[in-house]
């Protein structure tokens, strides 16, 4: 019995025991206090820190009392540290009293765990004397990438700047935009060993505050040793992980989530990232750009339309030409249909099959493509899909038709970046009842993908909640920009009246 049982666990048809991990891990440590005296504070930032070659330990005498500095190297300003707190207590004018004498603002501790808290996130330390205190100094210095327009967000009219992987360069950029005593910054460490910074962005007054409870109470939910990346906590606080749709926004720039803010939506930053999430995101946010309240409104009316079409077009026309090709070729008009069977005769392949290989073949490329540098990128992009794309046609591989359908397809697809995993996924399933069932299929999946996405929610607000009455003057087609005069009632339940 109990050979059986080993064996049912370890082919997973069993239960198995997952080790508890110690209650210890999810209570705060006691409070360890600075000791007194600075050899006895040098051995225990020692013990704690261990032989970390990046820890710089200064003991130094001043004209009263011995000093020990502690700092990580790479991640404090040098320069700083020496005008604001070396130098002063060096000085021959010091009169013992450091509090005095400093240039610098600082904060104070007796908690050795807070000390190792701020150090670890690139403040100095310095304790002095018997006073058992840590003086802790926001001296940050790190080398980061300048601000420049995201790449993939670039803009035709407004700011030419997007964040940076620094929070507090992002979070200026915010305050440079909203500047009202309303804007709030919610600060939380997430991760037992990165204890990485996450902000919580929004609006007093303005925001939804059952939405803000629900994301404060996932995001303190969160267990997790590390997290890097907004994917990470995006991944960590939705509910629906199979769903192609997250029902969570996501920017680089500032202006685009400014607008966003003032809305009434909650924006997620994390350090050393410059992707930015927001919450609550309706599925109608994914035709719109911040270009589309700084052009005209016919061109931005036009242009919102040829997305809806590019969504169509890239999700099910490739599946729907399969279908109509396939199985129900009476639909075509017979100049047309003799035109695409006599230039299919010669490919060895069905038509389903053809559009398969070459949706394959263009998702490597782009995925190949975005490893490489930006101009080389680029040009392999480009002259990779049209050697191929050539080469396949000449050696009857596949037919001129079904490269131009996916070719289409390819470029629609570039007009939604926010729906890349959507558009691939629903490509898939088209294609297959296309291939499978016809028309009929394609109905099917028709169905399939409304109802799912009918059926999403964000943050317990339905996606598809925009088609109210007063977001119908900015949903499909916006009006003039005097007549949007409310702010999304399914996102802002205050304030709703931004203009009078």
Not at 192 to 221: F, P
Not at 321 to 328: D, E, G, P, R
Not at 392 to 402: C, D, E, K, Q
């Amino acid at each position: 019995m109990n050979r059986a049982r080993g064996a049912a666990v370890i082919f997973g048809f069993g239960k198995k025991e997952v080790p508890r991990e110690p209650e210890k891990q999810n209570k705060k440590p006691e409070k360890l206090r600075v000791p007194r005296g600075i050899p006895e504070c040098e051995k225990l930032v020692r013990d704690l820190f261990g032989n970390s070659s990046d820890i710089v330990i200064n003991r130094f005498e001043t004209e009263r009392e011995d000093a020990l500095l502690v700092y990580i190297d790479g991640l404090a300003d040098k320069g700083m540290i020496q005008s604001g707190i070396i130098s002063p207590l060096k000085s021959k004018n010091f009169g013992g009293n450091p509090v005095n004498s400093f240039k610098a603002v600082f904060t104070v501790t007796d908690d050795m765990h807070v000390f190792t808290e701020k150090v670890l996130e690139g403040y100095t330390a310095l304790f002095y004397g018997n006073s058992a205190r840590a003086f802790l100094f926001e001296m940050r210095g790190w080398e980061h990438r300048t601000i420049e327009e995201p790449a993939g967000e670039a803009t035709i009219r407004g700011a030419k700047e997007g964040f940076v992987e620094d929070l507090r360069t992002n979070t200026a950029m915010i305050r440079r935009r909203i500047r009202t005593p309303e804007l709030r910054l919610e600060e939380f460490s997430i991760g037992r060993q990165t204890r990485t910074i996450v902000v919580l962005v929004y609006i007093e007054g303005i925001v939804n505050k059952e939405v803000l409870e629900e994301l404060r109470a996932r995001i303190k939910d969160i267990s997790t040793d590390a997290v890097f990346e907004t994917g990470q906590i995006e991944q960590l606080i939705e509910k629906n992980t199979f769903s192609p749709v997250s029902g969570i926004g996501l920017t680089q720039r500032p202006d685009t989530l400014a607008q966003k803010i003032l809305n009434g939506r909650i924006a997620v930053l994390v350090d050393g990232t410059p992707h930015v999430l927001t919450v609550p995101e309706l599925f109608m946010d994914n035709f719109a750009t911040s270009d589309d309240y700084y052009n005209r409104t016919l061109y931005v009316n036009i242009v919102r339309i040829l997305r809806g079409i590019s969504l169509f077009f890239t999700t099910i026309i490739p599946g729907l030409a399969i279908a109509i090709l396939t199985y129900n070729q009476e639909m075509l008009p017979s100049t047309f249909l003799t035109t695409i069977i006599s230039s299919s005769v010669r490919t060895p392949m069905p038509f389903s099959f053809e559009i398969l290989l070459l949706i394959v073949i263009f998702e490597l490329i782009k995925e190949g493509t975005a490893r490489l540098p930006k101009m080389i990128g680029s040009t392999v992009s480009i002259i990779g899909s049209l050697i191929i794309g050539e080469a396949a046609i000449n050696a009857g591989i596949v037919s001129a038709p079904s490269v131009i359908i996916v070719v289409m397809a390819a470029l629609a697809s570039f007009t939604l970046p926010s729906l890349t995993e959507f558009v691939l996924i629903y490509r898939t399933l088209f294609w297959f009842l296309g291939s499978v069932m016809g028309t009929i299929g394609i109905s099917a999946g028709l169905v399939i993908m409304i109802t799912q996405i009918a059926s999403q929610e964000s943050f317990g607000r339905p996606i598809l909640s925009s088609f109210s009455k007063n977001e119908m003057k900015d949903l499909i087609l916006r009006f003039p920009l005097k007549a949007l005069k409310f702010r999304p009632t399914s996102i802002a339940r205050e304030n709703v009246r931004k203009k009078r």
